[in-house]
């Protein structure tokens, strides 16, 4: 029997907070960050104050606080924040408190103060273990700096969850192989791994088309992601999602609020929420977004309804790319719309494509659909 999620419509049990502050701007990154400007972090937290003041004491399964780089924040800037995010939010007993993290930013000292405000996971931006991988990417980090961040991250906070990326630059599938090698020796519980993506408007992308980047080809791509899954399956960190791998106790229920198509808040610069069937985005420019709070304005950029049919369509992409796969019927009855009808012939056609396989209501990724989960996603969408 199907079990549903909980509605669109329901009151907010998660949220999101973006801080934009980086030491610098990776070449690959197409977030909304600004590097250099710390002098805006004192207007950002009075800012992110007010617009946290709008979200009416919400009771919290789940935060999560990304960026940027949330703990470049120095210890007082920190201190406030923590505090700000306090009087405005509760927190069930339970609650899964997250902090984005570098390397380069994490120490005993900063780890124990993100511990004593109640941050119980911690997620770093580790990218890569080798140093000529971590320059192409334009990492601030070195290996041992990230050994040394997630050991002490792990020994204060207990719950670490890395990023790596691969399919970088000149990467060979040895150098990932070696990668998936040392993440996998540490005391980590959940691991996220990406393909380069050069995104356009990034440094990347510029150097791409000037053929000065030459990202791993399709079949070395391929072979990277079949090693990431053997990998984190022989350790005990199975996939659960295409992208992500942990202990079932350890999956990042944060983003399974996001992938089941549940209610959340979010603020700041960039970040998007979905509330009451609305999906909001604020501006993505940090002074214009602070100039908005400032003037008594609201920050958000784009604000459109969903409507059955998206939610059913978004529900069904962002649902397929979970490994356990996505029910049919429990869409059905939160979207109000037939299934069956609605995407019969795309089912049938992922599924003579080998892309899908289909049990009674249940649809999940093939093998080879893992490949192509962004194609079967697009064809929901």
């Known amino acids: 029997m199907s079990v549903d999620w909980p509605d669109r419509t329901a009151p907010p049990r998660a949220a999101y907070i973006h801080v934009p502050f980086c030491r610098h701007r990776c070449g690959y990154c197409n977030f909304s960050v600004v590097a ?18 709008t979200w009416d004491q919400p009771t919290l399964n789940t935060l999560f606080v990304g960026g940027g780089t949330p703990t470049h924040l120095n210890a007082s800037q920190l201190d406030w924040f923590c505090h700000s995010i306090r009087r405005h939010v509760r927190f ?24 004593d405000h109640g941050v119980n996971r911690i997620s770093l931006g580790v990218q890569s273990f080798d140093a000529d991988k971590i320059r192409h990417l334009e990492r601030g980090h070195t290996a041992a700096e990230a050994i040394a961040a997630i050991e002490t991250a792990a020994a204060v906070i207990g719950n670490v969850s890395i990023d790596l990326i691969f399919a970088a630059p000149d990467e ?19 691991l996220s791994a990406y393909a380069l993506t050069i995104e356009k408007g990034t440094p990347f992308f510029a150097r791409h088309r000037k053929g000065e980047l030459r990202p791993a080809g399709e079949d070395d791509e391929w072979q990277m992601y079949q090693d990431l899954r053997d990998a ?4 005990g960190m199975p996939q659960y999602e295409v992208s992500n791998f942990a202990p079932p106790a350890n999956r990042c229920r944060h983003n399974i609020a996001y992938w089941q198509g549940q209610a959340w808040l979010a603020a700041g610069p960039g970040a998007a ?8 985005v604020n501006h ?3 002074t214009t977004y602070l100039k908005r709070i400032e003037s008594g304005h609201s920050p958000i ?34 979207s109000g719309l037939d299934l069956d009808e609605k995407f019969g012939a795309t089912l049938r056609r ?21 490949l192509f989960a962004d194609t079967v996603a697009s064809a929901f969408l």
Do not use: C
């Open 36 to 53: 250099g400007r710390d002098d805006l972090i004192d207007r950002f937290l009075t800012a992110i104050d007010r617009e946290m003041q």
């Open 92 to 115: 069930a007993d339970d609650a899964e408190i997250s902090f984005e993290a570098n390397p380069e930013d994490i120490d005993a000292t900063k780890a124990r103060q993100l511990s």
């Open 172 to 190: 060979s599938v040895a150098i990932w192989q070696r990668d998936l090698d040392q993440a996998l020796k540490l005391p980590i519980r959940h």
């Open 232 to 235: 984190t399956a022989a350790a």
């Open 273 to 280: 929420a979905f509330l009451n069937g609305r999906r909001t």
């Open 284 to 286: 993505r420019s940090t």
């Open 301 to 334: 950029a784009e604000s459109e309804p969903l409507d059955a049919d998206q939610y059913a369509r978004e529900l069904m992409a962002f649902g397929v790319r979970m490994i356990d796969g996505v029910d049919l019927a429990s869409v059905g009855r939160r």
């Open 350 to 370: 992922l599924n003579d494509d080998g892309l899908i396989r289909r049990n009674g209501d249940r649809v999940q990724l093939t093998p080879r659909g893992l």
